[in-house]
T-cell receptor, first 114, second 114 residues
């Protein structure tokens, strides 16, 4: 079974704090993704990575950065948290190269920024 | 802007009936299509994918793809209350490169009435 884990299920932070969200996958997948999910807006891609130390911007990268130092771990960083970053954050991983490339999701982190 | 459209619902069906969920997409070059189920407060889990025109069946689920009309649908036979969830349609629009990104619809809420 593919397993994607995220460091926290719930997180409460103050405006201006630096926030780290961590994601680990155990299937040796090359690709990893960070999304946020908001009511009425669906899943939106923040950043993704297709290899160690490689990253690409998704659709809404502003206010976020990422780090991938090891293949199994992909971190999302909120440099200075703001209230509009209150959301559900979902990490996913996949193995590339196939038309049926499937993304597997972690349990999500619900972040509240006060 | 590449888009994936779904009716937000709620779609209400009686237990034992067939639930029909629809999704349209904007990019004719799209290559593969995924249906995810998401229970309230949980992360998306893959139900099935399809990349060839026609039907693909997996247990009570059937995915239907019509590339000429740019729509994909999911049929759930013998609907059960446990099928009540939000169903997300995701489309791989073939960005190419090192990996492919998925574009998600906002989801259709299905409610199966006992």
């Amino acid at each position: 079974d593919v397993k994607v884990t995220q460091s926290s299920r719930y997180l409460v932070k103050r405006t201006g704090e630096k926030v780290f969200l961590e994601c680990v996958q155990d299937m040796d997948h090359e690709n990893m993704f960070w999304y946020r999910q908001d009511p009425g807006l669906g899943l939106r891609l923040i950043y993704f990575s297709y290899d160690v130390k490689m990253k690409e911007k998704g659709d809404i990268p502003e206010g976020y950065s990422v780090s991938r130092e090891k293949k199994e771990r992909f971190s999302l960083i909120l440099e200075s948290a703001s209230t509009n970053q209150t959301s559900m954050y979902l990490c996913a991983s996949s193995s590339p190269g196939l038309a049926e490339e499937t993304q597997y999701f972690g349990p999500g982190t619900r972040l509240l920024v006060l | 802007q590449k888009e994936v459209e779904q009716n937000s619902g709620p779609l209400s069906v009686p237990e034992g009936a067939i639930a029909s969920l629809n999704c349209t997409y904007s990019d004719r070059g799209s290559q593969s299509f995924f249906w995810y189920r998401q229970y309230s407060g949980k992360s998306p889990e893959l139900i099935m994918f399809i990349y060839s025109n026609g039907d693909k069946e997996d247990g009570r689920f059937t995915a239907q793809l019509n590339k000429a009309s740019q729509y994909v649908s999911l049929l759930i036979r013998d609907s059960q209350p446990s099928d009540s969830a939000t169903y997300l349609c995701a489309v791989n629009m073939g960005y190419g490169g090192a990996t492919n990104k998925l574009i998600f619809g906002t989801g259709t809420l299905l409610a199966v009435q006992p």
